[in-house]
C-alpha cells in the first residue's frame, strides 16, 4: 500500500516481508533530485528503517558517487574494517570482499567502534544474476524478540571482539587503521580504547569491549546494536574455521566475539540470533539503477549469498558519539 509521510511528502510502497520502496523517476539528473530530497529521505530512513528508492537509473560510479555525496556531504572515512574495500572517492567504497557463495549475516556496520555511523548509503550499478539482496531486520523488533535473560546479561556486560589481523583473511591492519605506523595505530587504539598487543610475528591482536544494546539518537527506540554473531567464530564456514585454528590457533582467529566478561558465546546462541534475525527480515532483490538509505542504529543489514557480477557502492555518514564503554587502555597480554 502506499504511504505518504507529512514530512516528506514522499509515497513509499509498504509490502510484508519487503524494505520500503520509493518509485520514482529521474533519468535526466539523479544527483540534483537527491540533494532536494535529502531531508525527507533521511525522514523515510528514520521512520521506517531503512528505504529502496527505485527509479533513479544510477548508470556509473561516478554518477553514484555524485549521488551518494549529495545525500550526505560529510561521508565518513571507514575505519576498522574487517574487510578490504575498493576506495571509489573519499568516503565511498565498494562492497566488503567477501566470497560471493558465502552469506554475510545480519549486522550495524561498525557497531564495535566508538563512532559508528548512524546511516549507511548503498547504490546499485550492477545486480547479480541470482541473490545478493542487502537484507534488513528492525533492531528493536529483533531485541523484544530475544530471550530477556539473554538480553539482561548482554546489557550488563556488553560484547567483547576480538581481532588477530593479518594477510590472510580480512584486512590487514594497515588497511584497517589506515596506516601501518605503529605509533599511529597505538595512539588509535588508546584514544579509541581498544586493547592491543603486537604479536612475535609482527602481527596485532586488539580486543574492545562494547554494550550490545542502545538508544536511536531520535525516536528514542532501544534496539540490539551489535556484531555479535556475524564476527563470531559460530558463523564462520566450518571447515574455514577448522582451517584458520589449524594454522593460527584458537586465540589467532582473525575476529571472534564473546561475552563482554570474557566467556565463550556458543553455536546455540550465535545460532538463536541468526534465528531471530531471520524472523524478522525483509528483503528486496536489486534492480541495476536502485538506491538504498538504511538507519544504520534501527536497523541491521546482510549480504545473501550470490552469483553472477555485483557492483554495489556504500557510504557511511552521520558518525554517532557514544563514550568508551567501559574505558579499556593498553593491555600486554591480548
Partial sequence: MPYA?????????????????????????????????????????????????????LR???QACAVLHG????????????????????????SSAWPPNQPMCMHH???????????????????PATGGATAVADAS??????????????????????????????????????????????????????????????????????????????????????QIAFLNEWTIEPEIREYLIDVHGAEGLPFNTRFGGGDPIGPDIVRLLNDTYTAHTAREPWQAGDLMLVDNVRTAHSREAFQGPREVLVAMAEPLRRAAWPPTGEVSDV
Fill in 60 to 62: 556509473d560510479a561516478d
Fill in 71 to 94: 545525500l550526505a556531504p560529510a561521508l565518513m572515512t571507514d575505519m576498522e574494517a574487517f574487510a578490504p574495500r575498493r576506495t571509489y572517492t573519499p568516503g565511498v567504497y565498494s
Fill in 141 to 226: 523488533t529483533v531485541l523484544d524478540a530475544l530471550p530477556t535473560e539473554l538480553v539482561r546479561r548482554f546489557e550488563q556486560e556488553g560484547w567483547l571482539l576480538t581481532r588477530t589481523y593479518n594477510d590472510e583473511i580480512g584486512a590487514p591492519y594497515a588497511e584497517a587503521f589506515g596506516t601501518d605506523d605503529r605509533a599511529a595505530v597505538e595512539d588509535y587504539c588508546r584514544t579509541n580504547a581498544i586493547e592491543f598487543a603486537w604479536q612475535p610475528d609482527g602481527g596485532l591482536r586488539t580486543r574492545q569491549r562494547r554494550p550490545a544494546v542502545t538508544t536511536h539518537p531520535v525516536t528514542g527506540r532501544r534496539c540490539w546494536f551489535n
Fill in 109 to 127: 556496520e561498525l557497531s564495535y567502534t566508538l563512532r559508528p555511523p548512524g546511516l549507511m548509503l548503498f547504490a546499485c550499478l550492477s545486480a
Fill in 5 to 57: 509521510t507529512p514530512s516528506s511528502l514522499l509515497e513509499v510502497d509498504l509490502h510484508p516481508g519487503k524494505p520500503p520502496i520509493l518509485h520514482t523517476d529521474t533519468a535526466d539528473d539523479a544527483p540534483a533530485w537527491a540533494a532536494e530530497h535529502r531531508q525527507a529521505l533521511r525522514t523515510l530512513a528514520t521512520e521506517h528503517g531503512a528505504v529502496l528508492v527505485r527509479g533513479l537509473r
